[in-house]
C-alpha cells in the first residue's frame, strides 16, 4: 500500500505537487508504518507536508503543535485555499466560542493545530483522549531543548501529554537542530527509539554579504545600494517594530519607483493578511518586518534578505535567511553591523527568564499567601497572576512551571516548606545563570561569525554539519562578491495612473 | 457635494447643526493631516465640560460596556462618538490628549480626587468653528452601529473577494477574513447567489457608486481602496494613511464613519439599496443587558407592567426600575412617556436647566417631592430627543405605552 506510486498519486491529488522534495517521502513512508520519527529538515524544505499528508491518509485525528501563533493560521488558510478543508486551529487568539465549537466538532477535522499553552488545559486534554489520534506532530521541536534557540517551558510537558494520550506515533520535526538539542528532543519525549531523518542545511544558491557600518545612516546607505543593484523581492528583518515602521518610511521616500511596506505583529489581522498576500502577489517588493513575517509565506522568488539588526544566535538567523531562494535561483543574504549592536539582544536574553531578585521578591509574596489562604489569588485579585506577582507572563509562566514541578505548588494550592523553597531557589538562580551564560555564548558565537575573517559559508555550516556543497554562485563577501554581475533589471517604471474612484470600483467589481 | 438631510443632524451636537456642506480642502499636500481624531476628542470634551473626567472620553471612544459611560454618552450627547474606535490604545489617546492640552486647545484641570478635568479653551473653540466644516462628525451613529458596522464591512469585503475570484472561477485565495461567523453567512450568500456573480456584483457596483457619490471624492477612493478582488489585495490601514498623507488613527477613523454613513443610507432606502442591504439584512444588534435585567426585558416586552414584574420575579420595585433604567439605554423606542408625564418631564428638563447639573440628588432637590429618581434618570438618557422633538411630541417615540 506504501508504494511510491500511491504516495506519489496521493500527493498529486491533495496538494497538486508532481513529485516529493528531498526527505519527505522517507519521513511520510515511516509515519504511516506507525514509527516515531525526528525530522531535521532546512527552512523552505516543505516540512508540514510531512504530516498534512499523512494526516489525510490516516483515519483518526492528527495534532500538530506549533508555538508559532501567526504560522498556524498563515497554514490552516493556505490549506483551506486548497480545499484542504477538514483543519481547525485552537490558539489564545481565537475566541471562546469558536474553540467550542471546534472541540464539540473534533471529529469533522483531520488537522488540528494547537498551541502548547493550550494543549495543557484540562478540558481541553479530555477532548483529546476520546478522540483517536493517530499522529503528534512536535512542530519546531528545539523549543523543547533549554538549549536550543528559542526553549518553550511548556514544550517540556509534551512527553507527559503523549502519554496521556496513549502514545500516538510522534513526528518532531525542526529545521535549525544541532546534535545535543537532537538528543534533548528525543530525551524529553521519552521515545529513545525515534527513527532519525536528518538532512543537510546548507544551501548552494545564498551567498552571505556581512557588511560593517559604523552608523545607523551608514546601514541606510547600504541598503539603498543593494536594492538597486539586486533586483526581486526583498525582506529586510528588524528587532524593533517601531523601526520597520520608520525605515519603511525612510526607503520610500529615497526610491518612490520601490513599493515598499512594513509588518509586525502589533497590526491588526486582515491588515497582515493584506501586506503578506500583496507580497505573494508582487503588489509590494520589499517588506520591512520583524520576525513575526515569513513564518508561512511560501514565497519562491525571495531574492534579497538583509538583516538591518543581527539576530541572537545562529539557528535565528539560517531559519530567516532560509526565506530566500526557494525557487534555488541565486539569492543574497545581507548582514548589517554596527559598533554596538550585540547590546539589543544581550539586553533581551538578560530579561528573558526572572532574574534572581524577581524569583526572590516572587518566593516571598507566594510564602505570604501560604500562610494566609495556602492560595493563589482568585476572587480579590481581578487581574491576571503574573500582574499580583508583577512580572511579565513568559517569566511566570516559566517559574509557575518549576514550582509545580518541586511539588511547591499544585493548581491554586500551596505548599510552603523553609529548606525546599530555598533549595529550589539556589537551584532556579543557578540554572538561570548557566543558561543565560549559555545564550551569551550563542550570542557570541554570532559576533564572532559576523567578524570572521574566514569564509563566511564554512563558518556559518561547520558549526551544525560537517561539510557543505559548494555555492552555485557567488559564496560570501569574505571569498570575494561582484555586486555588478548579480542580476538587476531595469524595472519598468511602475506607471502610477491615479485612476477616478469610480473606474477603481468598477475594475473591483464589475471587470 | 454631500448635504446632511434632517435624519443625519440627529445625533449632531448643536454646534454642528448649522453646518450644510463641506468644502474640498479637507487634504493638504505638505503635512500628514490629523484632524478628525483631536476634533473628535475637543467634541467630545465640549459636551462633558468638566463634569467627568478626561479619561471618560476614552471609554466612550473604545464603546466600554459599564453603564456609566453608556449613560454618560446620553447625559451628554455623545452616543455618535460611543465605541467608534474600538483598537484605541489608553497611551496613543493620553498621547493626543496631551497634546491638545499642549498646544492650548484643552485646559486641564485637576479635581479633589485627583482625577484629570479638561475643558475646551477659547482657543479650542475657535478651532473647532474654524474646522467644523471639514470634520464629518455627522457621519457617525456609535452607539446604534459599533457592532453592526464591523459585521457588515466584514461580511462586505468578504464578499466582494470571494465574488470576484468565484466568478472566474478561481477558488484559491487566500480570504482577507477569517472570522467563523463571518465565513459562514459569506458560504451561504455564495451558495445563494452561485452563477449570478456578475450580476451581483453590477447590481453592487450600482448601489456603491450612487452612495458614495454622497461623499467626497476621496474619501470615496479610500474606502474603495481598502477592498480586495481577483489577485488583487486592499490597502492595510498604514497604506492608506503614507498614500493620502493622513494620521493612521484619522484614517481609521474616517473608514468607520463613512461605513456608519453608508449603513444608515442602506436601512432608511433598503429598497433601493438591495444588494448591500441583503448584506446585513439578517443582522440583529445584541442587546448586552445584564442576567437578571434581560429577564426583566423579556417580561417588559411581553406586557408586564413594572408592578406586575416585580412581583412575579418576586423582586423589590425599586430593582425593576433599576433594570428599566439600564433598558432605556439600549433600547431605542423604550417608551418613556408611560413613566414620564410632559408636565413631569418639563419640570425636570427645567430643574436640569436651572441646577446645570446631571446630578441626580441635586435634580431631585429641586423638582416635586412625587417625582421619583427613576424618572429622573429615564429623563436623564431622554433629555436630547425629548427637546428635540417634545415641542411637537413624536408619536413614534413618546406616543404608545407598554
Known sequence: ?511 | MYTPSKADMDFIPWFFSYLTCYPSNFYHEMDVIRLLFEGIILAAAKQINEERSASSIFHLLVGNRNIQTIQDAHIFANQHFYGIYKSLKKPLFDERLRDLIRRGLLDETVNEKGRSMVSVSKKGLEWLNRNQAELPIHYFRGLEYREKAEVFYRRLALIIQTFTNTKRNHFTFIPVIHDREVEQFVRKFYHRLKGQEQEYLETLYVELESLLSKLQEKEAEMFIDRFSGYKHYGKSLDQLATHYNMDVSDVRLLLTGIIHFILNHIEKENNHYQALYAVIADYKTPVHLSYSTGKTYRLFQQGYSPEEIAKLRRLKINTIHDHLAEIALYDPDFPITSFVSVKEAEEILAAMKRTKSFKLKTIKDEVSPTISYFQIRLMLVFQHKWQKEGEHVDTKVFGGGA
Open chain 1, 1 to 511: 500500500m506504501l508504494t511510491q506510486k500511491y504516495l506519489e498519486e496521493e500527493l498529486r491529488k491533495h496538494f497538486r505537487y508532481d513529485s516529493f522534495r528531498t526527505g519527505q517521502r522517507e519521513i511520510i513512508s515511516d509515519i504511516l508504518q506507525g514509527k516515531n520519527v525526528l525530522g531535521i529538515l532546512p527552512t523552505g524544505s516543505g516540512k508540514s507536508l510531512c504530516y498534512q499528508l499523512p494526516a489525510l491518509l490516516l483515519d483518526g485525528l492528527t495534532i500538530v503543535v506549533s508555538p508559532l501563533i501567526s504560522l498556524m493560521i498563515d497554514q490552516v488558510n493556505e490549506l483551506k485555499a486548497i480545499s484542504y478543508k477538514r483543519v481547525a486551529t485552537i490558539n489564545s487568539f481565537i475566541g471562546i466560542e469558536e474553540k467550542e465549537f471546534i472541540l464539540q466538532h473534533l471529529h469533522r477535522y483531520k488537522l488540528l493545530y494547537i498551541s502548547p499553552e493550550l494543549l495543557q488545559q484540562e478540558k481541553m486534554l479530555e477532548c483529546l483522549k476520546r478522540m483517536k489520534v493517530s499522529l503528534f506532530v512536535v512542530d519546531e521541536a528545539h523549543c523543547i531543548s533549554q538549549w536550543g534557540h528559542d526553549f518553550r517551558p511548556d514544550y517540556l510537558k509534551l512527553g507527559k501529554i503523549i502519554e496521556q494520550l496513549n502514545h500516538p506515533p510522534v513526528l518532531a520535526l525542526s529545521a535549525t537542530a544541532p546534535p545535543a538539542v537532537q538528543e534533548d528532543i528525543v530525551r524529553n519525549l521519552h521515545l529513545p527509539q525515534m527513527v532519525k531523518h536528518i538532512h543537510p542545511m546548507d544551501r548552494a544558491n545564498l551567498t552571505f554579504v556581512v557588511e560593517h557600518v559604523a552608523s545607523e545612516s551608514e546601514k541606510y546607505e547600504q541598503i539603498l545600494t543593494y536594492l538597486q543593484k539586486i533586483s526581486g523581492p526583498t525582506l529586510i528583518y528588524f528587532s524593533s517594530r517601531n523601526q520597520t515602521e520608520e525605515t519603511a518610511k525612510i526607503l520610500a521616500e529615497k526610491l518612490p519607483d520601490v513599493n515598499i511596506a512594513f509588518y509586525h505583529g502589533g497590526m491588526e489581522p486582515m491588515d497582515r493578511i493584506h501586506i503578506q498576500q500583496q507580497f505573494m502577489n508582487g503588489q509590494i517588493d520589499v517588506v520591512c518586518c520583524t520576525s513575526a513575517f515569513g513564518m508561512g509565506i511560501n514565497k519562491e522568488d525571495v531574492r534579497l534578505v538583509i538583516h538591518f539588526h543581527m539576530p541572537a544566535e545562529m539557528e535565528a538567523y539560517i531559519q530567516e535567511v532560509g526565506r530566500a531562494g526557494r525557487d534555488g535561483n541565486p539569492s543574497m543574504c545581507l548582514l548589517l553591523y554596527g559598533p554596538n549592536d550585540w547590546h539589543v539582544p544581550k539586553t533581551l536574553i538578560e530579561n528573558e527568564l526572572p532574574q534572581a531578585e524577581e524569583i526572590r521578591i516572587v518566593m516571598e509574596q507566594l510564602k505570604g499567601l501560604a500562610t494566609q489562604s495556602a492560595e493563589l489569588p482568585s476572587k480579590e485579585w481581578t487581574g491576571t497572576i503574573h500582574e499580583f506577582f508583577q512580572i511579565n507572563e513568559t517569566k511566570w509562566r516559566f517559574l509557575r512551571f518549576h514550582f509545580e514541578k518541586h511539588g511547591m505548588m499544585k493548581g491554586k494550592k500551596i505548599d510552603y516548606d523553609e529548606k525546599q523553597w530555598q533549595a529550589v531557589y539556589q537551584h532556579l538562580v543557578e540554572w538561570i545563570r548557566k543558561r543565560n551564560i549559555h545564550k551569551m555564548q550563542k550570542l557570541g558565537e554570532m559576533v564572532e561569525w559576523v567578524n570572521t575573517v574566514q569564509c563566511l559559508r564554512e563558518a556559518l555550516y561547520n558549526k551544525f554539519q560537517s561539510g557543505y556543497s559548494q555555492p552555485i554562485f557567488q559564496c560570501c563577501s569574505n571569498c570575494g562578491i561582484e555586486l555588478d554581475e548579480w542580476f538587476s533589471e531595469e524595472k519598468p517604471k511602475r506607471v502610477k495612473t491615479e485612476l477616478d474612484w469610480r473606474l477603481k470600483l468598477r475594475k473591483l467589481l464589475v471587470e
